[in-house]
């Protein structure tokens, strides 16, 4: 699973520094930090600024590169978006799906997602430098989404997928109780062992606390190490 930070927005040949601003502040709104700007057509200037509200430094760290082809030295999977599907069937993937892809499939690797220019979008072999291209669904017969508008559904969907798995991280986390319960059932058992004299179950039980805090443990973890100490136990 990639980290936030790996993320990448990567806007081709931008026209309109309203959308650049736009799509910076929703970026900022869903706590993404990286922009790839290759070519843009409109001034990164203050028009783009104004829009980006708070988001402006996003715009001051941006990375600009000639061609889409560049960003694949950069990052490991490009995930290209487009209102007319032409390509390989293959790899057209809903919004919803992608996300599902990225965060638990891709592993720790650096993606882009890749928006077109506003009038044509992605070119043909733009679009074949992605790895998976998404068509965002629409209910009319208008499908044409605005620039920022598109890049506000993908970094939401996103950031949901972010949200969502730390609360199953979460749900797998132990509490306090259970944290203290582990460390009883370890001393009582060091303590029924014959540890030479020199070995302070006191000073051990110190410093497996601070290991075992750190660790973060689950409760798959708390049940195996509950197991092991009944297996030891059973050496008495």
């Not at 936030?4 to 040949?13: K, P």
């Not at 044409?144 to 939401?156: D, E, F, G, H, S």
């Not at 969907?157 to 972010?162: A, F, V």
């Not at 006191?202 to 297996?231: F, P, T, V, W, Y």
């Amino acid at each position: 699973m990639p980290a936030r930070e790996d993320i990448s927005f990567i806007l081709v040949r931008t026209q309109f520094a309203s959308n650049l601003g736009s799509t910076v502040r929703v970026m900022k709104n869903m706590g993404f930090e990286n922009l790839v700007l290759v070519r843009p057509e409109c001034e990164v200037g203050m028009e783009a600024r104004s829009y980006a509200m708070k988001g402006a430094e996003i715009l001051d760290n941006a990375l600009f590169l000639p061609s889409l082809e560049a960003a694949t030295e950069r990052v490991g999977l490009l995930v290209g978006t487009t209102g007319r599907f032409r390509g390989e069937r293959k790899k057209l993937v809903s919004s919803p799906e992608v996300v599902d892809r990225i965060l638990e499939k891709t592993g720790p690797s650096k993606v882009g997602i890749v928006l077109g220019s506003e009038d044509n979008g992605l070119r043909r072999e733009e679009l074949r430098l992605c790895q998976w291209l998404v068509e965002i669904p629409t209910g009319s017969d208008y499908p044409v989404i605005n620039l920022a508008q598109a890049a506000a559904i993908m970094a939401y969907q996103i950031n949901l997928g972010y949200v969502e798995e730390s609360g199953k991280r979460k749900d797998r986390s132990i509490g306090t109780e259970e944290f203290e319960a582990l460390m009883d059932r370890i001393e009582n058992t060091l303590e029924s062992l014959d540890l030479p004299t020199r070995v302070s179950v006191s000073r051990i039980m110190l410093r497996l606390k601070k290991i075992i805090a750190r660790a973060q443990l689950e409760r798959e973890d708390i049940n195996m190490l509950h197991g092991l100490m009944r297996e030891l136990d059973k050496k008495d």
